[in-house]
């Protein structure tokens, strides 16, 4: 990213919200292992209480085909959404021998700089703090889900069972406490750099102006050393940045990708297009699961 | 730490402090919804971490990844793991994959064994009695006495695999044995995971790298492995240098999750990996690549061999005082052959030469290297990219890649050992990285990775106890493998006489043997009904536990009060100290056989019925690689790097560097081996033979022979079958967690095919199959990818008894023995290795 972007970005506090920090997160796709750590790290810690057996707050699916949630019949109507399932079509590639391609897309919530869902709620219950961290007030959502509607990234779960919306806290009790999060601290292949955005100084903003400096040793943000990472020398990306909402994860797109098949989740080539990329053909759909 | 945890949130304080001042840029316009005032939802979620204790661990499941984790525990249940970020070299952290994450799972698992249980009615019914444990162990030892009274106490055969994954519990199984001269199965030659290319080749079990030393190679070929998978706690070594440049590459027949991470992938028909080799090993010495130095320096390039006999020529040949065991080498200027001295530079590596013997005869030697090339000039690119598929440029350039990057690695995988050939295809490989100066270097080598076979100590003193204190008289186990075991034995089995006997006890403890094992059909048909007593220790009702007479629970990893472990992985020996009390009726493995000690009154030699003394017994006499580990250092440290000569540690630096001979009976790296058995398969030298079952030409025909035959069973069977590993279990291990089974598509087994294959037999997406061949079957759905190549079945294995549908996917397998695995029978060093690759199978909708 250009050093205007990011002064575009996070040169200054957050428009509309005004927070001064943004915490975010650097995602290397191409050192992702699709082991989903990061998701039974984030369940064990955050979901696993009553009505959360398929929410998962961070979760990874094979792209192309792997969607979570999948939407059955009418696109737009989330109460059709299926949740269950959240790895289906794993390791299945898209093309014909010898041009296969697929990649593991990790998703936390994105913690956008405009959000979709603050403005959705009609009780007002979901803000976004002052690190950029965007939660629902657990004690005031009433659950009308106008949230979950909202999300174009799909990252905002209704727990039918405490009839709340629910979504990825970037692990706030933990950053307080001097720690990353959970899927990033649990991050085996190491391809997770997490900061605060709004830092010129910080590793992830470094990472993200200049990404030559990721396969070099860089002095860590922090004395935790879970931010040493080698990532690969690419220019950093958001996912689906078309939606319009500046998410605060980013991704290092992956290598072994058709470019444009890359465009196609990470720049801007689908501008106003709203349906996901490469729907499962039907000789691959499986049936009655 | 406080500083830095100062400076992390730093960012998170100052927006506090800065929050009263008004935002200069920009208008908030939802500014109204962002009020700072207390929300105490959000207190809940920092109150839940308040009363936490933590203990750090380590899990101990046999997947070489030995990962330390956190356990927090609070009011005595676990909530959940951390890695512990302690590895004193940070390149090691964080370890552990999603499977450790859920380990607790697994404790508090629905199908947890609680109390000693005894089978009533028929094996595998599903019909068991609550017994105390008195009556369990008075039970347990009655029936042992009985079956050795009747058939002789060698025929209790004790089965506790991967002692490494945890010394003490599952070296006390050993030492069970060894104690009461019962039967020890073997385990690592078995599961096919031994690569015998190494004992061939140096004599040793296995040699590989450090996984750190993969931050010193120029170029890694990756060859059959799907690291990716599974070996997730340091498969980043690899992914790290291809984001520092370095060259990947990916031999698999599989686009497999490792083949997304890599610059290359190579698609290769199964089985015909050593001819690839071959074939690369072709072009290196056409191009002139070769490091003669290497060749002529530390193997058996230079060494004499007789044209005649095929034996190399030693000593005793050609004098009548010569030394038998000594090897010969050429000396021109003398125009005869003189005994070889190590790491010498002056014979030459090329040649043949006319001897005369000590009886007057002149025959013809030739160096084997010279044999070596001779052979070669079969695999030029043009053969080997028919055998192989790969075309013939690709294995010019790729040869051409790997030979003038220095250092160049290969990771030597079980994808191309768990073949009936799988010695000839490692030999292969072993070759190419010899002929290009690639062994005893850092950043090269020829490393497997597979199994945590490595204890990092010598264990003999716990498992083999001496008789006599000072004397070298142990008390020793009867090994019989347990290929025999499920296979019964063969004509060419090592030792036969001796060590063939029908068992009729199997206590499986540490592994879910009957579940796990390969040729399903012949144990359950042949081999059970043979057993009289199965004793199953077992946290889960495992296959192994359902299909036993005997269930006892003991304690899950968590509730361990002490033991150690290691692995090939990373140099570390760490303590695994018990979170929880243990629950249920739990017990260790080591109390458990103790108390039966005691009922067979061999309890004196036994003598530990807790692990904590035998640790310490253990770090005592375990030798140089633990000197200066004691158990007070590891109680604080809990992770002790062990001492190596090198760091990262690579294998055989000192040999190549002439400072020591390699442990072979020539001193050499032996690429070509003059035992009986090889010459008569024509096997001296690495050589490619078509697969012993999985190929549609000439079975186990070297290919000039083979491309002109057809396999009967081929025409039959036409899709190659292999059962694999998978990242969402250890083996059985995790299979039945709903939190990860949850996540492994659709959560029950599948059968994954090319869209194509399956559209040939009418079959789609979601489709009940049946995969079957003369063996047996296994009943599942359908997959479609294209990942799989045509003419292959692939379903990732592990699942339970009661997960399957019908039949299992080991049903299908069977391990024909290679007879040059049977040369020597050395317990996990020599023996059988399983070729459960090398299978065929058809698909037919069910």
Not at chain 2, 440 to 461: F, H, I, K
């Amino acid at each position: 990213m250009s050093e205007e972007l990011w002064q575009k970005y996070y040169g200054k506090p957050n428009p509309k919200y005004g927070n001064r920090v943004q915490y975010g997160m650097l995602i290397d796709i191409n050192k992702c292992l699709g082991c989903h750590s990061c998701t039974m790290a984030c369940k064990q810690t955050w979901t696993s209480g009553p009505g959360q057996e398929d929410i998962y707050f961070n979760s990874v699916s094979t792209q192309p085909y792997g969607k979570y949630p999948r939407h059955e019949g009418d696109p737009k109507d989330s109460s059709k959404y299926d949740y269950r399932h959240s790895n289906l079509y794993q390791d299945t590639p898209k093309g014909e021998y010898p041009n296969l391609w697929q990649f593991y897309l990790a998703r936390p919530c994105n913690h956008c700089a405009d959000p979709a869902c603050i403005p959705a709620c009609p009780t007002r219950s979901i803000y976004k703090n002052q690190d950029g961290i965007v939660l629902i007030d657990q004690d005031k959502c009433e659950g009308f889900q106008y949230c979950v509607k909202a999300c174009p990234y799909d990252k905002i779960y209704y727990n039918s069972v405490t009839k709340k919306s629910q979504k990825c806290i970037f692990c706030f009790p933990l950053l307080e406490k001097g720690q990353e999060p959970q899927c990033v601290k649990s991050c085996v292949g190491k391809i997770r750099v997490f900061g605060n955005l709004m830092d010129p100084e910080s590793a992830i903003s470094k990472l993200i102006r200049d990404p030559s400096l990721g396969a070099k040793p860089y002095t860590p943000e922090v004395g935790l050393k879970a931010t040493h990472r080698v990532i690969n020398p690419i220019e950093p990306r958001q996912y689906r940045p078309d939606f319009g909402t500046v998410p605060s994860v980013w991704y290092v797109p992956p290598r072994n990708v058709p470019p444009e098949e890359v465009e196609k989740y990470f720049g801007y080539a689908m501008s106003g297009l709203v349906e996901e990329p490469n729907p499962v053909p039907a000789n691959l759909k499986m049936k009655d699961i | 730490m406080t500083t830095s945890r100062r400076n992390f949130i730093k960012g998170s304080l100052s927006a506090l402090a800065a929050g009263g001042l008004p935002f200069t840029s920009g208008r908030a316009a939802f500014g109204a919804l962002m009020p700072n005032k207390n929300r105490p939802w959000e207190d809940a979620l920092r109150e839940q971490f308040i009363g936490e204790k933590v203990v750090r661990t380590v899990n101990l499941p046999n997947c070489t990844g030995s990962c330390g984790w956190n356990v927090v525990v609070k009011d005595g249940i676990v909530q959940r793991v951390e890695p512990p970020y302690d590895y004193p070299d940070d390149e090691y952290n964080p370890r552990g994959c999603m499977k450790g994450q859920t380990y607790h799972r697994r404790v508090y698992s629905p199908g947890r064994v609680k109390f000693p249980m005894k089978r009533v009615g028929p094996r595998g019914g599903g019909q068991w009695k609550r017994i105390t444990w008195d009556e369990a162990f008075d039970f347990i030892a009655s029936e042992i006495k009985r079956i050795s009274a009747k058939y002789g106490k060698e025929t209790v055969w004790i089965y506790p695999p991967v002692p490494a994954t945890g010394i003490v519990k599952q070296g006390a199984g050993f030492r069970f044995a060894a104690v009461n001269g019962f039967g020890l199965g073997t385990f690592y030659n078995w599961y096919g995971d031994l690569p015998l290319a190494h004992p061939i080749t140096w004599n040793v079990q296995t040699e590989e790298h450090e996984f750190k030393d993969v931050q010193n190679t120029k170029y890694a070929i990756i060859w059959g492995s799907d690291v990716v998978q599974t070996r997730m706690p340091d498969a980043h070594f690899f992914t790290d240098a291809r984001a520092k440049g370095v060259k990947l590459v990916y031999i698999s027949p599989y686009f497999d999750p490792t083949a997304t991470a890599v610059d290359e992938w190579v698609r290769v028909r199964q089985g015909t990996d050593g001819a690839l080799a071959l074939g690369m090993c072709h072009v290196v010495v056409k191009r002139g690549l070769v490091d003669e130095a290497h060749l002529l320096k530390t193997t058996s390039g230079p060494l004499l061999v007789r044209r005649d006999t095929g034996k190399y020529l030693k000593a005793a040949d050609v004098a009548a005082d010569g030394d038998p065991k000594a090897f010969m080498v050429f000396d021109k200027a003398a125009g005869k052959p003189v005994v070889d001295t190590y790491f010498s530079d002056k014979p030459p590596l090329t040649g043949t030469f006319d001897v005369m013997l000590k009886d007057g005869k002149t025959v013809a030697c030739a160096t084997s290297h010279t044999l070596f090339l001779a052979q070669l000039e079969e695999y030029d690119p043009k053969t080997v990219s028919e055998i192989t598929g790969v075309p013939a440029k690709d294995i010019e350039r790729l040869a051409v890649e790997y030979a003038s990057a220095k250092p160049a690695s290969i990771w030597s995988g079980t994808g191309i050992n768990h073949w009936y050939h799988g010695d000839l295809i490692g030999r292969s490989v072993i070759a190419l990285a010899c002929l290009t100066g690639n062994i005893g270097v850092n950043g090269g080598g020829v490393s497997p990775w597979a199994g945590q076979y490595l204890m990092r100590l010598n264990p003999a003193d716990y498992f083999f106890p001496l008789k006599e204190e000072g004397k070298p008289d142990r008390y020793q186990a009867v090994p019989l493998d347990t290929a025999y075991v499920v296979n019964g034995p063969t004509e060419t089995m090592a030792n036969k006489a001796k060590l063939w006997r029908q068992i009729r006890c199997i206590w499986a403890a540490g592994g879910n043997l009957l579940g796990e094992a390969s040729d399903q059909s012949n144990l359950m048909r042949k081999v059970l009904p043979q057993i009289e007593l199965i004793v199953s220790p077992e946290i889960e009702m495992s296959t192994t536990a359902q299909l036993a007479d005997i269930v006892l629970p003991v304690v899950s990893w968590y509730e361990l009060p002490m033991d150690i472990t290691t692995t090939p992985a990373h140099p570390y020996i760490q303590l695994v100290q018990g979170a929880l009390q243990p629950m249920y009726e739990a017990k260790t493995d080591i109390e458990i056989y103790y108390e039966v000690c005691k009922r067979l009154g061999t309890d004196h030699i036994f003598k530990f019925n807790h692990p904590e003394a035998a640790v310490d017994l253990l770090l005592k006499t375990g030798g140089p690689r633990v000197k200066g580990i004691t158990l007070e250092r590891l109680k604080k440290e809990k992770v002790i790097r062990v001492n190596l000569p090198s760091s990262p540690y690579a294998a055989f630096t000192e040999e190549v560097a002439g400072k020591a001979k390699f442990k072979t009976a020539s001193g050499r790296q032996e690429l070509y081996k003059d035992e009986d058995r090889f010459i008569q398969f024509g096997e001296q030298l690495p050589v490619h033979k078509e697969p012993h079952m999985a190929t549609p030409f000439g079975p186990s025909k070297p290919w000039g022979q083979a491309k002109k035959e057809r396999n009967p069973f081929h025409e039959k069977y036409p899709l190659v079958y292999h059962s694999r590993h998978t990242r969402w279990s250890v083996h059985s291990s995790w299979r039945t967690t709903s939190d990860i089974v949850k996540l492994d598509d659709i959560g029950q087994p599948l059968l994954e095919m090319n869209p194509k294959e399956a559209a040939k037999r009418g079959i789609a997406a979601g489709d009940w199959a049946t995969a079957y061949n003369q063996n047996g079957y296994v009943k599942a759905k359908v997959k479609l990818r294209e990942s799989v190549p045509m003419g292959a079945v692939v379903i990732y294995f592990g699942w339970q008894r009661e997960q399957i549908r019908e039949g299992h996917w080991n049903a299908l397998t069977h391990n024909d023995i290679n007879p040059i695995h049977e040369i020597y029978f050395i317990p996990n060093v020599w023996g059988p290795v399983s070729g459960h690759f090398d299978q065929l199978c058809e698909v037919k909708k069910a």
